[in-house]
């Protein structure tokens, strides 16, 4: 069991919340074997020739954790810090979150060790090519389609569709998703991940009988998922009291105006220096008193050194991660109810899924037919993890890792062994 704060090596972590949810399903040795462990990985090295002339190489990661239930589907992200044991983790976090929101896809996640904050659009260009014809053999709109990650985007995943699509010979706008709209992406794929948060908090509020119009909410992370997030709570009423990013972060008990932050976060780069608010330090957001805390920035925000401070009544895990396994344990005993990762932002990739159907069809949706269909995703996710969490008297946590691993358990056991 993982108790320590260091950092956790986040394999272990998936592989202990999978035993955890397998135990309480009561599944077999057999089907454990099919399902725990990734089924492709693939390593490789990918050479670039820098802008200074001399060539650099990457070491990158394709992992295949489940096409059990159809094509794999993860992102692809670019960090210094990149390992093979975190791209299998979040592989396998994959697998199990298509199975929550029931969409027909496994798990995968790519990545490259690099630092992309110090490259160049040329160098990002070459090096993202590079790679793409390197795990070409594993990619494809039926085996297995990336998506954008941490520093990867929508023109990141532009140059994998050319790249593919060139080596194929025809187009094929359905090799990834979070493409930009004139490539075949869909309307409201980057507001995606903040809106499907936000309806399991709508859903949370219902459960818990609380009202969302005037809760109060802090936000640790104003970036694509926790700045939507931000604005659809402070749209509905709710009190965004205190708002994070990397360079500070910004209180005030009345409420902030989110729309005004958005506008200065976009012109500055940074919330600091918001005129109606006050400054305090990153740990005291965590420990403020609020309804709703939303981590929305990296991993192991919330450890067991400071778990014990936090106040809020609901955690919506915007990010992947942000607790830590003891913290877990911390917050569950207080009574704080969590809505764990895997559901909570699974609004990402049930919009990439929509991305990829109706690339298939070549149909595009409406704005509005995005949200409803996203709306229903989510909230029938919630109600079945809900369920799970009170009939089997599990976690949050747990109950959505069995909802997850047991379709996929299902499906495997449907499929039978090959040979
Ligand atoms: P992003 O890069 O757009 O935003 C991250 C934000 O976190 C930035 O505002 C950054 O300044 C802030 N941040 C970084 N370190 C911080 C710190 N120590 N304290 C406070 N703020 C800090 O990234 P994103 O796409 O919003 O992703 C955020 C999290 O959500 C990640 O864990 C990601 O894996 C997860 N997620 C994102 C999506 C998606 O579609 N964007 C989908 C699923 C999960």
Redesign the pocket.
Known sequence: MLTTTTKPNAYDVALENFDAAANALGLDNDTREMIKYPERILMVSVPVRMDDGHIRRFEGYRVQHSQVRGPAKGGIRYHPQVTLDEVKALATWMTWKCAVVNIPFGGAKGGITCDPKHMSQGELERMTRRYTSAILPLIGPEQDIPA????TNSQTMAWIMDTYSMTKGYPIPGVVTGKPISLGGSLGRNE??GRGVFYTIQSACEHLHMQLKGATVAV????????VAAQLLYEAGAKVIAV????G?VYNKHGLDIHNLMHLKALTGKVEGFPEAENIG?AELLALECDILVP????N?IRADNADAVRARIIAE?????LMPAADRILESKGVFIIP?ILC?A???TVSYFEWVQDEQHLFWEAQDVYNRLERVMKTAFRDVLKIHEERNVPMRTAANMLGIGRVAEAVQIRGIYP
Do not use: H
């Open positions: 954008p990650d941490v520093y995606a991940t640790q992370g104003f970036g694509n998922a926790g700045s994070s990013d990397s360079t972060c990153p929305a920035a990296l991993e925000a915007a990010a992947n991660g942000p990762d932002n609004g990402g990739v």
